[in-house]
């Protein structure tokens, strides 16, 4: 078929669509649709991935944070300490 047929017979059926009650029930669908995900307080996909972004970053300053702590409580921990000090019961007993 030729393109210029099927843009006539588009614009045909566009034309036949817009003057149903089809066009008032898709208008109609859109809007309740909408009303119900502003209800449903849902987020845009760029918001997400923003969010996610924020996440992993705390995710990793989080890790980072940690090992430092970690470090340090090895370096002030006294020589041959065990892992009374934390109030853990001794293993192999």
């Given amino acids: 078929m030729d393109q210029k047929i099927l843009s006539d017979i588009n614009e045909r059926i566009r034309e036949i669509f817009a003057g149903s009650p089809a066009a008032d029930l898709e208008k109609n669908m859109k809007a309740m ?9 849902l987020v845009t ?3 997400f991935d923003v969010q996610r972004q924020v996440l992993l970053r705390t995710r ?3 890790n980072r944070l940690e090992a430092q702590l970690s470090a340090m409580e090895a370096r002030l921990a006294p020589k041959g300490d065990s892992d009374d000090d934390r109030g ?4 192999g007993v």
């Fill in 60 to 62: 990793e300053q989080l």
């Fill in 33 to 41: 649709l909408a009303s119900l995900f502003a209800r449903l307080d």
């Fill in 88 to 91: 853990e019961a001794p293993t």
């Fill in 45 to 47: 996909r760029e918001e």
